[in-house]
């Protein structure tokens, strides 16, 4: 329990309001909860989420002690009343989420704060009781693989160190099949196939590159393919990623001549685009272990996917549920 004295400076706020600024990790909408729940007290008693406090007034807050940590990317989960995620897989080692376009992944350059994928998981995780932050040696939930903020798919959180080690090192042995779905302009040919190449990465202009020949400092880079439909003058296409560069679809089928629908940033995306992001989804993560995989070993041979992509019911609805 914690008790703060409302000084003359405040004097006249709304008890709510005053909670806001004093405790500013604590959502408005869990502060009003513990209001009703009593759980926050203005001398000893109930009080309103309305009542206007006096200077001397004592409340007492009974919310846990990392509420009143001083805001910062590693207490951004606090600050999130209701997590907002859509799971598709879970248990005691893992969490496979279906993150929508829009949403970060992570923290960037200290935006997006409490509104990043990570948040949302780690507070679900903290209101579920199976996180306990403050624990000595407490490990944080964290994320094993990322995509980009306008690409959806499933992404991949360890709720334990031995998980986020091992996934790690099999994702980095290409242990995991993952799948795209992407509408790209064109028909792309032959109908089945492979992109190669090399690609460069700008740091700078947070942009890559795609050459048919090696240059200083790219990397080789390969997405296999198959068109499923072409319809006008669109197509829809799985890709696998065999490596996985940054932006490695997009801007691979931007080299062949096919940009993916809505890329503003390697397509030509203009005014009237039907579309403000790239048709790109990770629908499909497969488990292929070869080596040994510990405690994650009961996962060798699943696969899982989301139900339904978008930009496919909107462009291709006949294949809508069979993919």
Not at 10 to 39: E, H, N, T
Not at 114 to 137: F, H, M, S
Request: aromatic share 10%; proline share 4%; with cysteine.
């Amino acid at each position: 329990m914690r008790e703060l004295i409302v000084g003359a400076n405040d004097a006249g706020q709304r008890l709510d309001r005053f909670l806001s600024k004093a405790v500013p990790l604590l959502p408005a909408s869990l502060a009003q909860k513990y209001i009703r729940l009593k759980r926050i007290k203005l001398g000893g008693r109930r009080a309103a989420r309305d009542t206007r406090l006096q200077a001397g007034d004592v409340l007492q807050l009974y919310i846990n002690d990392e509420f009143f940590d001083t805001p910062r990317a590693e207490n951004a989960y606090l600050t999130v009343a209701s997590p907002r995620l859509r799971i598709v897989y879970e248990d005691s080692q893992i969490l496979l989420v279906d993150k929508q376009p829009g949403i970060a992944v992570h923290p960037h350059d200290g935006a997006e704060y409490g509104r990043t994928l990570i948040d949302q998981i780690q507070a679900y995780l903290y209101q579920k009781g199976e996180w306990i932050p403050r624990a000595e040696n407490a490990f944080t939930p964290a994320l094993c693989n990322r995509i980009d903020r306008n690409t959806g798919g499933l992404v991949i959180a360890a709720k334990t160190a031995e998980a986020l080690r091992v996934m790690n090192q099999k994702i980095k042995d290409r242990e995991l099949e993952k799948r795209y779905l992407a509408i790209v302009e064109g028909a792309p040919q032959p109908r089945a196939g492979s992109l190669t190449g090399y690609l460069f990465k700008d740091e700078k202009k947070n942009r890559v590159y795609v050459t048919d020949a090696p240059q200083p400092g790219s990397k080789s880079c390969r997405t296999d393919y198959r068109v499923i439909a072409t319809r006008g003058a669109l197509s829809l296409v799985e890709c696998t990623l065999v490596t996985g560069r940054t932006h490695q679809i997009r801007a691979q089928f931007a080299h062949a001549g096919h940009p993916l629908l809505g890329d503003g940033k390697y397509g030509k995306l203009g005014k009237d685009a039907a579309r403000s992001y790239q048709a790109l989804y990770a629908y499909s993560i497969a488990f292929r272990f070869t080596t040994e995989a510990g405690s994650l070993s009961y996962l060798n041979g699943r696969s899982f996917r989301v139900q339904e992509v978008d930009f496919v019911r909107e462009y291709f609805p006949d294949f809508v549920g069979k993919l």
